[in-house]
Antibody, heavy 118, light 112 residues
Framework: QITLKESGPTLVKPTETLTLTCTFS??????????VGWIRQPPGKALEWLAVIYWDDDKRYRPSLKSRLTITKDTSKNQVVLTMTDMDPMDTATYYC??????????WGQGTLVTVSS | QSVLTQPPSVSAAPGQKVTISCSGS????????VSWYQQLPGTAPKLLIYENYKRPSGIPDRFSGSKSDTSATLGITGLQTGDEADYYC?????????????FGTGTKVSVL
């Protein structure tokens, strides 16, 4: 059974850097074809894909946020970390991580709400 | 803003059928597989359909998917109150170097 769980601060101040950790079980990020992605959802709005990292350390980022995002993995700890710099109130959202195999994200973590406010 | 367009809402009576469209372009739906995700109120999204029409284990055959050219459709038959949720299509877009994943604008399904 694959499970993922997001962790990190619930409140960050504008201009600060957000660091989120996705801790997973039931699969290995060293297995060919496997990836872990991050997706966010502002309150009442649609899903927005942010980034994905693959077993071979290949990384993809949302073009409009590429300069602010960094995704890394620690295979030994079964963790993926997403950092987002220069946080703004518009970045307030629930952040999800999800397992990726082939072309879909499945399953997803429960999500963590991050509020950006001074 | 999303590059995949969905109707904001659809509704029908219990037992009836609804369809949700997802309109894209040659750089996304036209070239890549489409997935559909269901998000029940207050919960994380769940994969409903992958590779255009395939259902993961445990997803009832009341849910179906199809794709034609640059559009995809999700169908729900035998509508139940438990189907009230937001539904999103998703696929890869290769218009930019490296590609990026895109979600639809989302559709709220209501059971009358």
């Amino acid at each position: 059974q694959i499970t993922l769980k997001e962790s990190g601060p619930t409140l960050v101040k504008p201009t600060e850097t957000l660091t989120l950790t996705c801790t997973f079980s039931g699969f290995s990020l060293s297995t060919t074809g496997v990836g872990v992605g991050w997706i966010r959802q502002p309150p009442g709005k649609a899903l927005e894909w942010l980034a994905v990292i693959y077993w071979d350390d290949d990384k993809r980022y949302r073009p409009s946020l590429k300069s602010r995002l960094t995704i890394t993995k620690d295979t030994s700890k079964n963790q993926v970390v997403l950092t987002m710099t220069d946080m703004d109130p518009m970045d307030t959202a629930t952040y999800y991580c999800a397992h990726k195999l082939t072309v879909s994200f499945d399953p997803w973590g429960q999500g963590t709400l991050v509020t950006v406010s001074s | 803003q999303s590059v995949l367009t969905q109707p904001p809402s659809v509704s029908a009576a219990p037992g009836q059928k609804v369809t949700i469209s997802c309109s894209g372009s040659n750089s996304n739906i036209g070239k890549n597989y489409v997935s559909w995700y269901q998000q029940l109120p207050g919960t994380a999204p769940k994969l409903l359909i992958y590779e255009n029409y395939k259902r993961p284990s445990g997803i009832p055959d009341r849910f179906s998917g199809s794709k034609s050219d640059t559009s995809a459709t999700l169908g729900i038959t035998g509508l139940q109150t438990g189907d009230e949720a937001d539904y999103y299509c998703g696929t890869w877009d290769t218009s930019l170097s490296g590609g990026n994943y895109v979600f639809g604008t989302g559709t709220k399904v209501s059971v009358l």
